[in-house]
């Protein structure tokens, strides 16, 4: 065999090489010989085009890629490549995962967590297996994403069981301290981290923009900690409290690991929680769980909508059910979804293209039957009806204004919209529109001495109103003056009515109305 001949030219020693055999052998394979030459080097550079792309800088193995987009070539002769030069990664499994479960099982990374405090937890949850069986089955339609998102930043599968914990996975949970969505997120804190918290939107509740906000902020406190379990700490607890505990502990010479540290009882259990979870995740036979099969692809994609348009008109138009088109977009607290400043929605993978085709189509009139509108003055909810020609219930109950609350100036409500109108919401309103309130002032109807020289302007300077209010509770002009001793009528604060009578003490009130208005107070003297 010359240098140059391959090894599968070698003759077996039982066949002697004759000069005609040689030849004949050689005209015959020598098609072979550049056909296989040819598909060795298009397969090697293949793997060169794929390393450029993969390796990073330095890579002892893909080495370093002069562009992205540009294919290597190898040059000069392949030698083996030995023990020490090989990754320290794992080898990526040939086969695909069956489901999700098992592709988040590869994906663990966390040290375990043991004790008396996982086992507890797992015995809390193996006891439950509604709750374990209803959590599960609604997060089916965000765990792929989150995945995806964690293993694009290198971070653990675990993180992805974690809304497991802070809301069973249902991304309208609001508790008690007024944390938010599936990853519970303070309104400070969501605001920090770019979630928008508005009249028409709420992204804490956003599947996208509180997966992002939330794995971002893990990151941020692994950097701190360099360690997950005190990250996890941290997220539950606030990075200060835990900054300070593990300050407490190094002062006292003792140790700062998770474990080692003092703190509430609900972050002393948040970690084993999750610990539990996954454990269940990675071995249900062992709790005797059934996990429902999750498949390993997209559940929902983006749809891009280019108009205002009604929430349930969305839902009819993908033909989706009006609870399944909440549940993937659940930032929209409101009937209508503002295009200019929530310009995508949510869809199930299969209806994406079906809403597309019915959005175009639709004929039927408008796409939204709600608008926005600011006040121009502190109004009451009864008068702001009024001015936008609805009812006062239906404007309370769209806009969730509860009783004896007036409406503040510059609040922005969602109201009717005419059929006339063309204009959709700009970007101005959707994204900073607040509504504030102020509790509607209990006034009581009284009468002052007028003094001498006194008029409608000082009056109302003296008490704090306005003179056209005074001029109208006692049928005047506003540029009237009052005899010395005139009862002039006021409807006054409740505080304010002890300041004007001085003997209020021994009146007795029988009947009151809030205002504003023209109640009529019977009073008695004794």
Known sequence: MTESQPAFFT???????????SDRLARLLSPLRILALSLAALVLAGC?????????????????????????????PLSPISAAQTPSSTVAS??????????????????????????????WYAS?????????????KYLFHIVEELERRNMPTELALLPYIESAFNPQAVSSAKAAGMWQFMPATGKYFDLKQNAFRDDRRDVLASTRAALDYLQKLHGMFGDWHLALAAYNWGEGSVGRAIARNKKDGLGTSYQDLRMPDETRLYVPKLQAVKNIVANPQNFRAELPLI???PYFQQVQITRDIDVALAAKLADVEISNFKA???????????????????????????????????????????????????????????????SESDLRGVNNIPPRMLIKAGS??????????????????????????????????????????????????????????????NKVGSSAA?????????????????????????????????????????????
């Open 412 to 473: 922005t409500l969602m109201v009717s919209r005419s059929a006339k109108m063309d204009n959709d919401v700009t970007s101005q309103v959707a994204d900073t529109a607040q509504l504030t309130l102020a509790p509607e002032i209990v006034t009581r109807r009284t009468t002052v001495k007028a003094r001498k020289g006194e008029t409608v302007a000082s009056i109302a300077r003296r008490y704090g109103l306005r003179p056209d209010a005074v001029a109208e509770w």
């Open 94 to 123: 040939l086969q695909p995962p069956a489901d999700l479960w098992e592709r988040i099982r590869r994906g663990f990374a966390m040290p375990n967590l043991e004790g008396e405090l996982v086992a507890d937890r797992e015995q």
């Open 482 to 526: 009052f005899k010395l001793g005139h009862q002039v009528v006021l409807f006054l604060p409740v505080k304010a009515v002890s300041a004007a009578r001085p003997n209020a003490g021994k009146t007795k009130i029988q009947a009151v109305r809030r205002a504003p208005g023209k109640a009529v107070v019977k009073t008695k003297r004794h």
């Open 328 to 390: 993937l977009n659940p930032s929209a607290h409101r009937p209508v979804i503002l295009a200019a400043g929530m310009p995508h929605i949510l869809l199930p993978w299969d209806n994406a293209k079906i809403f597309q085709r019915n959005f175009e189509a639709y004929s039927q009139g408008q796409y939204a039957s709600w608008t926005a509108w600011t006040a121009p003055a502190t109004l009451s909810v009864s008068d702001a009806a009024r001015r936008v020609g609805m």
């Open 11 to 21: 003759h077996s020693a039982a066949f002697p090489a004759s000069p005609v055999f």
């Open 48 to 76: 060169a085009s794929s390393n450029s792309k993969l390796g990073m800088p330095g890579d002892p193995v893909l080495g370093t890629s002069p562009s992205a987009s540009q294919s290597v070539y190898p040059s000069g």
């Open 295 to 297: 498949e390993n692809h």
């Open 128 to 140: 439950r297996p509604d709750y374990i069986q209803r959590m599960t089955e609604r997060s089916s």
